[in-house]
């Protein structure tokens, strides 16, 4: 059976938000024939979580033993994943019922893309969904249209949060990248300048806004620009050593 798996870097602190993302992924309505895996790998010294994760049949968990960060907790997890495709669920975040299921539509539609991005609402405190308008049109995108996008904008209009991509071409790439910030970003420009995605006409996901979330640290926004400077050479020197699959 072909398989999915979900790859989840969590903190110690987060387990009811975890609990409400494994209860979204229980609820996933997949194609015929398919299956997931749930990998939960948990930053920090103190793991707490393992109990909690152990209730969900489709999950594998294990600990960092110390904080590593959120870009080595990712590749950790996606060194342990089975897939053929992988998806990225921020532990804070939820999946609506077809989310994974347009992504594996979307790769069927289209053999050659190696990335599916996820339109995704906000989910505010109230309990209501606050949707994103993003300045790119749906359905296919081809190599270097959004790699281009951000090096005219510098950024993406795109949360890469959502995101199904083929395992072999995330592990191609190195995985998420060694950066302050925008790590993630990162891994999309890159896989999007060697190979055409597809964005969701639709929201797949979504994303909590929380008091919690590490972005809203007053310290966050001030490493941006050097993990702004980090990806914009990697875009050159990808570019300029003319690398393709």
């Known amino acids: 059976m072909p398989l999915l798996s979900l790859l989840t870097p969590v903190l110690a602190d987060r387990a009811e938000l975890l609990a409400e993302a494994g209860n979204s992924i229980a609820a ?3 194609p015929p024939g398919w299956v997931l895996e749930w990998i939960v790998q948990e930053d920090g010294p103190s793991p707490s979580l393992h109990e909690l994760v152990e209730g969900f049949p489709f999950s594998r968990y294990r600990a960092n033993g110390e904080r590593l960060g959120v870009a080595v907790t990712r590749n950790l997890a996606l060194s342990r994943a089975d897939g053929e495709l992988v998806h990225v669920l921020d532990s804070d975040d939820l999946l609506l019922p077809q989310g994974l299921s347009v992504a594996i539509e ?4 289209h053999p050659d893309i190696h990335w599916v991005a996820g339109q995704g609402d906000d989910l505010l405190a109230d309990g209501s969904r606050r949707s994103v308008r993003l300045d790119l049109a749906a ?5 270097g249209v959004l790699t281009q996008y951000f090096v005219d904008h510098g950024g993406v209009p ?6 199904t991509m083929r ?9 998420w990248a060694a950066a302050p910030r925008s790590e993630d970003v990162a891994l999309l ?8 995605g597809y ?3 639709t929201a797949t996901w979504l994303a909590r806004q929380h008091p919690g979330q590490t972005t809203r640290a007053p310290s966050w926004q001030s490493l941006f620009p050097l993990a702004d400077t980090q990806i914009t050479q990697r875009i050159t020197a990808q570019r ?5 699959y």
Do not use: S
């Open 189 to 196: 420009v890159a896989v999007a300048d060697l190979a055409p």
């Open 240 to 244: 300029t050593a003319n690398l393709h």
């Open 139 to 143: 359905g296919r995108v081809e190599r």
């Open 199 to 201: 964005l969701t006409p």
């Open 28 to 30: 996933q309505q997949l």
């Open 106 to 109: 979307a790769f069927a539609a």
């Open 167 to 175: 395992t072999a071409a995330v592990r191609a790439l190195g995985g």
């Open 158 to 163: 795109i949360h890469p949060a959502g995101l």
